[in-house]
């Protein structure tokens, strides 16, 4: 699009580099392609897919139906694809994601095992100079990061991992093949999402499983089941207004609501809603009543009908009252989805760990040991999550005007115009940023949303001839004020949980994601994009 000098030709040019191929990284491709732009997409890993290519670990499954995370940029791929259960597992959305790769035949400009370790912006070129850990060294006019929110996976430093003569494996970089438990004596530390799902499955297969947990977390049946043929018709029929309300919607799906107040309700007709969620299953059960979210009193009553569902489900009270939260309000931190999970604790092959009573001293080569007891361990499962939303983002040496980093400009918590991009680093895009509504919503309709809005962004560069666009930081000093008064009108900052960046030691405590709703953000991007880009300034 722009004039590139002769000596960058040499090298090799790109309108744009995208950094990343799961889901966003390939439709960003789609688009530019369909554009006429010129694309290079550099993926770590050694097939795309993202979070779907690496987390492979045992019950990986997704816990927004199938019906709704999946893209909906073509009516024949949605209406050709078919899902077999209500919520997709790994397999099934990996093989999703490659069959989305051919039939938009992605592949050719995609180049795997290749990591992108810098991108530095030529004030004097206006064009972004990109680094590989493979030697690569190319140039391009637009470079957008793809590089995922939850990609990139956190081992904890304990001391004496080291010298563990078991063997261990992080959830997000499980192993192709597969991993066998049978008659081990295995260790799981954490207890989100990810070990919440893996958990019944290991302690079917080991000998003796050892939960190690800090922190408990709140989890609802899924209640997965093959997909109901009816359901499916329905929504085929009717799939463009489906998508439409999901796009409307507060987090990226339908999900039947109320104005109503958990207070204002009887308690018996509280508990009947409760019930009734609970028995439909997965995450609509934060939008039993309004103001669960943002009211400690009535989210309390909530808390208090989980706590009677584990302590009814958990036979030894002392389990129970252990995989119990307390100490923050449900929905703040990720609900999670499961599949017997609180009754696995039931089985007499599994013994839950207290740590905040006895927390890891060190690795040992046969185990574990904290200040109360040893544990003998063959395998370590860390379940401990990912340096969630600006990880995979600072982890590339990222320099915009004036040689400055995004490390040094994102030190005291990120920075962004609408999630989307950062004053300061001209013409860099990232799908779904922080700021934006990401983690809280169905991603596939964050990342769509994200991807249409840059690429109209670049068609509208190209209709005015102009060779770019900046956020001003004004306007990123208003979206950051907006992000964390709305985030501080709901109860999400009275966790520490990962979407405050407190998984991480030494990380800043910043409410990350964007909580004014899915629905309510597209508007508010595309009033800026109907402004001529209100709050970025235009680069001839
Ligand atoms: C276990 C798990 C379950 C989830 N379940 C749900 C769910 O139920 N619903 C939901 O909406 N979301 C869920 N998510 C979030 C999920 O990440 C998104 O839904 C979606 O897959 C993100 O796609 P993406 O393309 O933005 O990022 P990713 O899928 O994370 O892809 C990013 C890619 O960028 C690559 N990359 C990063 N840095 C570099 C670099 N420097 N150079 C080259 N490549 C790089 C990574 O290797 C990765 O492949 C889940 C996440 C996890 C981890």
Redesign the pocket.
Known sequence: MSDVPQEEKAARDFDAVI????????YMLHRLRGLGLSARV????RG????????R?PG?????ESMD?SYSFSDDLQQEWKWTER?AS?PE?LSYINHVADRFDLRHDIQLE????AALFNEATNRWAIQ?DRGDRVSAQFCV????????AQVPKIKGLETFEGTWYH??HWPHEGVDFTGQRVGVIGTG??AI?SIPIMARQAAQLFVFQRTPNFSIPARNAPLDSEYERRVKSNYLEFRRQARESRV?FVVEGTDQSALEVSPEERQREYESRWSRGGLGFNATFADLLTDKAANDTAAEFFRAKIQAIVRDAAVAELLSPRDYPVGTKRLC?DTNYYDTFNRDNVTLVDLRRAPIEAITPHGLRTPEAEYELDSIVFATG?DAMTG??L??DIRGRTGKTLREKWAAGPRTYLGVATAGFPNLFT??GPGSPS?L???????EQHVDWIADCLVYLREHDLGGIEANAEAEDGWVAHVNEVGHATLYPLASSWYMGANVPGKPRIFMPYVGGVGVYRQKCDDVAAKGYEGFALIA
Not at 19 to 26: D, E, H, I, R
Request: hydrophobic residues 45%.
């Open positions: 950094v990343g191929a799961g889901f966003a990284g390939l550099y993926e770590a890993g795309i897919g993202g979070t779907w290519f690496w987390n670990y990986a499954r997704c816990d927004v995370y919520y790994q959305i290749t990591r992108v370790t590989t990061m793809a590089t995922g929110c939850l990609s990139d959830t997000g999402s990810s799902q990226g989805v990912f995979a983002l982890s590339i799908i779904t983690v919503s169905n991603m596939i309709v964050s990342i």
